[in-house]
């Protein structure tokens, strides 16, 4: 990529964006305002004292911001309810969940090897979500047709144009999420306890830990696999700030005068990104698994369930297959869907 300068197609999708969803917000927020902000105030600082207040209520209540294409909810549906969903509840919490995801007809993605007539069009409505926005990929990829004006980074060298572009899409969806989900909360006088941001194609192969999680100001947490010299940017758990700052990670992948390196991936962008704003991060030990379209697990993630189906974690034997049952690159078997 060019020197790094100011792209006008970047402006034009900022611009779309804000249409779509961020103006309604904007203007309920400064609805909401009983003072002038001074210029210095960041503008998540000044929407933590607007927001709703705390009140005292039995359990917890967290948001939850499901990203990016639904195109295998159908398989990791389970281990969702199983790892994230029930914690919560037997906890005595509760959950929203505020999602955003993209309608096509066909996938593309080099990245994964994946080229099929895309099936999971209604997928997100397993999900139940509280709200939701779909967003037709081929109007989307229209305000910026040209990657020129999506990035200046030199991103590691076996990155194509298609998964740059996947990369900027999720980063999207993950922002039109949190914007649901602010707006939701404005709208019914909701204080969440902790927000949970999540991939909507991954699998959980444990227990999401968010009850007992102590959330600080300025806090995430992140699982420590898949960090790649940076941070895992497929799940998050975090205080009104932190995922603030997560959610908003596009900002980074736009501007200009960040470090500049030789092949720079998302997860080392999103650490620049979290340390450029003041972000305390604790990694855990989490087990997600990336699940394509086709029922197959991401290329790094086949060990992952390997090991869960050898631990006793009857769900993650789904992609076991071969003479010697070592073979953790098929299909899904949905025989192992409730187990």
Known sequence: MGPCRERSGSVRLHLLLAIQVGVIMVLTLLLLRKETSTAEQSFLTDLQQHLPQPTHRQGKRYAVLAFGLTRSTNWTL??????????IRDAGGSHDLFLHTFTLDVLNNDWSGEHVTYTHQDDYKL?????????????????????????????????????????????????????????????????????IATRSDVAFLNPVDVSSRVLAPYSLFVPEIF???????????????????????????????????????????????????????????????????????????????QYACASGYQYACGWRCGNNGNDFRCPYNNKFLNK
């Open 78 to 87: 389970p281990s969702i309810e199983k790892h994230l969903f029930k914690p």
């Open 127 to 195: 999900l139940k979500p509280t709200r939701f926005l779909v967003t037709p990929e081929a109007q989307f990829d229209l305000t910026t047709q040209n990657l020129s004006d999506l990035t200046h980074y030199p991103w590691q060298a076996d990155f194509r144009e298609s998964t740059i572009r996947n990369l900027y899409r999720t980063n999207y969806s993950l922002q039109l999420a949190w914007a649901l989900m602010l707006g939701h909360s404005v709208e019914h006088n909701i204080t969440y306890d902790g927000f």
């Open 227 to 305: 960090g790649y010299k940076g941070y895992n940017d497929r799940f998050a758990f975090g205080d009104l700030y932190g995922m603030g700052v997560y959610a908003s990670r596009q900002v980074t992948y736009a501007k200009c005068g960040v470090e500049w390196m030789a092949g720079i991936n998302p997860e080392h962008l999103l650490r620049l990104h979290l340390e450029e704003h003041n972000v305390n991060v604790t990694t855990t030990d989490l087990k997600i698994v990336r699940v394509r379209a086709t029922g197959v697990l991401g290329r790094d993630e086949k060990k992952l369930a």
